[in-house]
């Protein structure tokens, strides 16, 4: 059955799935998005230099480098439910982990973990809305889903320079997990695949050497090649704002660390809603770090 002819009681679960991959979305990214907002905190109590500070920050955005051609290659060979719901899940445990980390090594271990589970997020929701919704509704659905990120990072900057100054820099990580492990419950248990739609096993079938050859042929493409290159220079900048903003205006500009944070919440709010209205036209919906997304 095509995505295409989903109608009736069947069909409206697709707004469901729309529902959990923008859940699984949003609390992936809550702690990954936000955790520069803490940044000052953990600096103060493990006394760190504001490089190791920087490394400790992007060691979650960094392994998606890699990780999401990895992601990109298990969802060729296994469901959505399974890669998403998973990459959620290690999140989430590397979280609850990283907040009984005794030092700066440990912590930063834990974090590159994150980023591992967090590489599934980007394609195995796109993919999940591309299967169940029709192509008429899919750029729209996509927005939708695609807000979650910087509303995730909205959320965040909101709520956890209060939730360490009280609790300390800890319970926000541990928080952060506990929002994760939510976030994969929910996906695991609600995520299905559309009726009539076999999961396609082909890519399986292939040997190593065909699988590497197509991935390189992709990556040698000028296009891909000229959207790799944007999107590195967009995102670059986003993450040295996010990691460095609130550190900055703390430390040179005398403000609280909550101040500061709701300083960098404001530009988080119109993507959110830009997202979720951007496709009605047939746009794009932006990818992490404002970047398009198919």
């Not at 002819?5 to 923008?22: C, D, E, F, Q």
């Not at 000052?40 to 190791?52: E, G, K, N, S």
């Not at 399986?204 to 050859?213: D, W």
């Not at 986003?238 to 500009?253: D, K, N, P, R, S």
Request: hydrophobic share 50%.
């Amino acid at each position: 059955m095509s995505v295409d002819t989903l109608s009736g009681p069947t069909g409206g679960y697709r707004w469901m799935i729309l529902l959990v991959a923008t859940v699984a979305q949003t609390s992936a990214c809550f702690l990954v998005q936000g955790i520069g907002v803490i940044g000052a905190f953990v600096q103060r109590d493990l006394h760190l230099t504001t490089a190791q500070v920087g490394l400790l920050i992007s060691a979650a955005q960094l392994v998606p480098v890699v990780g999401l051609l990895v992601a990109g290659e298990l969802l060729d060979r296994h469901s959505e439910r399974l890669v998403v719901g998973g990459g959620t899940l290690i999140v989430a445990l590397a979280l609850l982990g990283a907040s009984l980390a005794p030092g700066y090594l440990a912590l930063l271990l834990f974090l590159i973990v994150v980023g591992a589970g967090y590489s599934t997020a980007q394609p195995g929701g796109s993919k999940s809305i591309a299967r169940w919704f029709a192509t008429s509704q899919r750029g729209f659905a996509m927005g939708i889903r695609q807000a979650g990120l910087p509303l995730g990072g909205a959320l965040s900057a909101a709520i956890l320079p209060s939730f360490a100054n009280g609790l300390g820099w800890r319970s926000s990580l541990a928080a952060g997990g506990l929002v994760a492990l939510l976030g994969a419950a929910v996906f695991l248990v609600f995520y299905r695949t559309p009726p009539g739609s076999a999961h396609d096993n082909r890519s399986s079938a292939r040997s190593p050497r065909a699988g590497t050859a197509a991935r390189l042929s992709v990556l040698r493409d000028r296009s891909m090649t000229n959207i790799m290159v944007s999107g590195l220079s967009l995102i670059s900048v986003q993450y040295g704002i996010l990691i460095f903003t609130v550190l900055y205006l703390h430390e040179a500009g005398g403000m609280t660390i909550e101040r500061a944070a709701l300083l960098l919440l404001s530009p988080r709010w119109p993507p959110a809603w830009r997202d979720a209205s951007c496709s009605r036209s047939g746009a794009i919906a932006p990818g992490p770090g404002g970047t398009s997304r198919s």
